[in-house]
């Protein structure tokens, strides 16, 4: 039977769900949010599929469109929508507001810290909260009842775009590869583990896989191990050149904290391509779209194969005989009988909802079971937050870690919840104790900021983002790596999408220490973004000397050499052409425009010059693209 096209609240206009986040709901049913309008320009509408009826029911819009958003079901079986991109204006905006489905109407949260990376990664964790673990370095909490943020973890490694983070236990996370390491641009092996029951839970270096990988996937395997597949250890964003694709497989088992290598697939699974675990212990990996020509046969894989884990080889496999119920509440018991091997283990996997290098719905528990000759009871957590309200997969495993063909059961709350309704207000409610600011009210803040003087020297950072969306969209790495830059005061949260440039201000007026930039980027972005340059405005004094101009700011005492721009000097770039934007003809001629007012018989006043800065051995020197007469410089200029 084939699928309707999803429809926005209209009934009329389709919904394209291309990019977009989504999650299991407790029912069973499929949540979208968000999708495509086109390259970082994602959909406001959110709708759910009921795969009992076949049909998509729209949801009320949501507070910005959507592209590359991540869905979260909450423990009490509500869904937290947070990130995604849109168009608004002449560029891209990443929302950090969350906003959260309650089965009638949205609620806004309290917005992330800062500009959200796109398809964040998030876990629900035993303590209520929400774990977001990536991309960027910073790994902050949301806890949903206080509405608050806070933060105090990161991972040492850095940024890490489209790698996967797995709960593999209640509270225990392990973060995998990805990103791409400064220098060579190719993404790492490296794993980072965290265990969040610590007395002081910390970040701390895992056990580096045996390939280095980006767009893989990781999948949480019913005896409790890690299975990871495809992906590519080529730099930039998807290489797919001989030898860069991986198709080794290669398994992580947290009790040896240990990697075994295993059989390889026959095609690249990178960019756009699956994998989960099946009942029957299998897993399929499935799918890739390779980012090449669009009539590139390579360029989309639509077939899929079967991995078969270790355990399938070591021995018989447990029988579930019967299962005396479905469903189960928290806290509640599964009376099971079983025939074959004794069982040692009795594990639930969640169902999963799997995109972009990242599955957002599997997570693993361990059931305390009792036994009284073939039949077994089970207890399920009775925490909601430790075992979440939805569908998994009830496996029994052997001694020999083999697990049996899975029953498929429904875990809900204390008291099984109503379905979410379909029929909602459109209007959104925000809760008046949110903390925190939009994006929109950060960039008023700084603007409040500099016309009080409080901030020092606008600074303009090119930057070339590594993934193919431009600065726009993929951008929260760039915004939190910005911030921690000597002598950064404030980060603009918005990009400039159009010409791949970001803004900052000084803590005072003065030169920004473009010796030590590139590296700071680098170690806490790694090279996910390619450092361009600075551009800087100053306003002061132009002098001629013995045949160069010369700008002295009176606040600070600098003097910077200027000179002409030259073509290739622009910092603006074109993201189609993969170059520097070409000055106008009227930036072209600003440095002789200058040249000629500053040899005039009569002094000239001062000037706000602006333009690119490089640091030599000479001192600075700006390259003047723009000139305009100004005021004498004030704090801030």
């Not at 806890?143 to 040492?156: I, K, M, P, S």
């Not at 404030?490 to 930039?517: E, F, H, K």
Request: net charge negative; glycine share 10%; hydrophobic share 35%.
């Amino acid at each position: 039977m084939p699928t309707p096209q999803p429809t926005k609240s209209d009934g009329e206009t389709t919904c394209n769900l291309f990019c977009s986040g989504h999650t299991l709901l407790p029912d069973g049913r499929v949540f979208v949010a968000g999708g495509h309008l086109q390259d970082n320009n994602g959909v406001n509408q959110a709708c759910v599929y009921d795969h009992r009826a076949n049909t998509w029911t729209a949801l009320p819009p949501m507070n910005q469109g959507r592209w590359y958003p991540t869905a979260t079901t909450l423990p009490d079986g509500r869904v937290l929508v947070l990130s995604g991109s849109a168009v608004v204006g002449a560029g891209v905006v990443v929302t950090n507001v969350p906003q959260i489905w309650d089965g009638t109407r949205w609620h806004d949260a309290a917005p992330f810290p800062g500009p959200p990376p796109l398809y964040p990664r998030v876990h629900a964790v035993p303590d209520g909260r929400l774990f977001v673990t990536g991309t960027n370095a910073a790994t902050p909490f949301l806890d949903v009842t206080a509405d608050r943020w806070t933060g105090g973890l990161a991972r040492t490694d850095g940024e890490r775009q489209y790698a996967p983070s797995v709960l593999y236990r209640p509270g225990k996370v392990i973060y995998l590869g990805g990103g791409n390491d400064p220098g060579p641009d190719t993404p790492t092996a490296r794993t980072s583990l965290i265990d969040l029951a610590e007395p002081e839970p910390a970040w701390r270096e895992g056990p580096p896989m045996t390939f280095p990988r980006r767009q893989h996937n990781a999948t949480l395997l019913p005896d409790g191990t890690v299975l990871v597949t495809g992906g590519t250890s080529g730099p930039g964003f998807n290489d797919l050149s001989p030898g860069k694709p991986v198709h080794t497989a290669e398994l992580w088992d947290p009790g040896t904290n240990s990697w075994t290598p295993l059989a390889a697939e026959s095609v690249d699974r990178c960019y756009h391509s699956i994998a989960m675990l099946l009942p029957d212990g299998r897993v399929l990996s499935a799918g890739s779209g390779e980012f090449a020509g669009q009539t590139n046969p390579g360029d989309s894989h639509r077939d899929g194969q079967f991995f078969h884990p270790p355990y399938l080889f070591k021995g018989p496999r447990p029988h579930i005989d019967s299962l005396d119920a479905t469903e189960v509440a928290n806290g509640g018991t599964l009376t099971i009988t079983t025939s074959g091997p004794a069982v040692a283990e009795v594990t639930l996997v969640r169902l999963s909802s799997v995109t972009h290098a990242f599955n957002a719905t599997q997570r693993l528990n361990v059931l305390a079971f009792t036994t009284q000759g073939p039949t077994i009871t089970a207890s399920v957590p009775p925490s909601p937050a430790e075992c979440l309200p939805g569908h998994y997969m009830l496996f029994v495993l052997s001694a020999a870690g083999v697990p049996s063909v899975a029953r498929i059961v429904r875990v809900h709350g204390p008291t099984a919840p109503a379905p979410a309704a379909h029929a909602a207000r459109p209007e959104t409610a925000r809760a008046d104790a949110s903390p925190g600011l939009t994006v929109e009210e950060l960039d008023d803040s700084i603007t409040e900021r500099v016309g009080r003087g409080l901030l020092g020297t606008e600074v303009t950072v090119g930057l070339t983002a590594q993934c193919p969306y431009g600065l726009g969209g993929c951008w929260g790495g760039a915004y939190e790596a910005l911030g921690r830059l000597t002598d950064v005061g404030a980060v603009r949260p918005i990009a400039n999408s159009a010409d791949s440039t970001a803004t900052v201000y000084l803590r005072r007026d003065g030169l920004p220490d473009v010796t030590r930039w590139p590296a700071q980027l680098a170690a806490s972005a790694n090279a996910s973004y390619h450092y361009r340059g600075v551009e800087v405005s100053l306003t002061g004094r132009v002098d001629a000397d013995r045949g160069a101009l010369r700008l002295t700011v009176p606040a600070t005492g600098i003097v910077v050499t200027l000179a002409p721009l030259e073509p290739g000097d622009e910092l603006a770039w074109d993201l189609e052409t993969r170059r520097p934007r070409p000055a106008t003809e009227d930036e072209r001629q600003a440095f002789d425009r200058l040249r000629t007012r500053s040899a005039g018989a009569t002094p000239a006043g001062p000037v706000r010059v602006t333009g690119p800065l490089h640091v030599s051995a000479d001192g600075p020197t700006v390259l003047v693209r723009t000139v305009a007469a100004a005021e004498p410089a004030t704090p801030g200029g």
